[in-house]
Structures are given as structure tokens and as C-alpha cells.
């Protein structure tokens, strides 16, 4: 079955940076797109950051362009999420997500606190 976990969420210092590791199992990863969502208290779920199967092409909002970069090892099975400059508005739970034919999975997130 498929199976995706989320790991190094951690609290961080503005301006501080972090990795995001998503380990997956259960399906053909180098034939999948990936992506990474966030959700904060009270607010609903928002994409992140997307990358195509092979790597060769990668997509984020405006709220993370040039501070976050998707990345992904189909030989280890494995997305990163590389953050930085990390503002307080960053902190969430963040989700690992793939569609497979028709079907969504979801990690369980790992959460991601910005304080000083």
C-alpha cells in the first residue's frame, strides 16, 4: 500500500532554515509528481510546492518562490522540501501528497513552528 512519512519538522528561528524529508513506498516513485502542502491553525490546506516526475520541472506560490525548493531522489524513494529565510508565517503542519489513479494520498504531516 502505498505509504508516505514526513520528517524533520522542528522549531526554527525566523530567517532560519530547514530540510523536509517525505520517505514513500507502495507505488512506482520515479513515475510520480509530488508535492508538498501546509496547513496552519484555522486556516484551510495550500500547495506548497509541486515536482514532475523526473525532476525536470518544479512549481511554487508566490509566498515561497525563491526560498523554498522541491527536490527528488527517485533512487532513494524520497522528496525534500529545502526552506529558508523562514518567516513566522511559514509554521504548519506540512504534508507530503501523490495522486495515483484518481486516488490522493496524504502523509501525516510534521510541523514546522517559527518563533523567536
Known amino acids: 500500500q502505498v505509504q508516505l512519512v514526513e520528517s524533520g519538522g522542528d522549531l526554527v528561528q525566523p530567517g532560519g532554515s530547514l530540510r523536509l524529508s517525505c520517505a514513500a513506498s507502495?507505488?512506482?516513485?520515479?513515475?510520480?509528481?509530488m508535492k508538498w502542502y501546509r496547513q496552519a491553525p484555522g486556516k484551510e490546506r495550500e500547495l506548497v510546492a509541486s515536482i514532475t516526475n523526473n525532476g525536470g520541472a518544479t512549481t511554487y506560490p508566490d509566498s515561497v518562490k525563491g526560498r523554498f525548493t522541491i527536490s527528488k531522489d527517485n533512487a532513494k524513494n524520497t522528496v525534500y522540501l529545502q526552506m529558508n529565510s523562514l518567516k513566522p508565517e511559514d509554521a504548519a503542519v506540512y504534508y507530503c501528497?501523490?495522486?495515483?489513479?484518481?486516488?490522493?494520498?496524504w502523509g501525516k504531516g510534521t510541523l514546522v513552528t517559527v518563533s523567536s
Open positions: 501528497y501523490t495522486r495515483r489513479f484518481g486516488v490522493n494520498y
Open positions: 507502495g507505488f512506482t516513485f520515479s513515475a510520480s509528481t
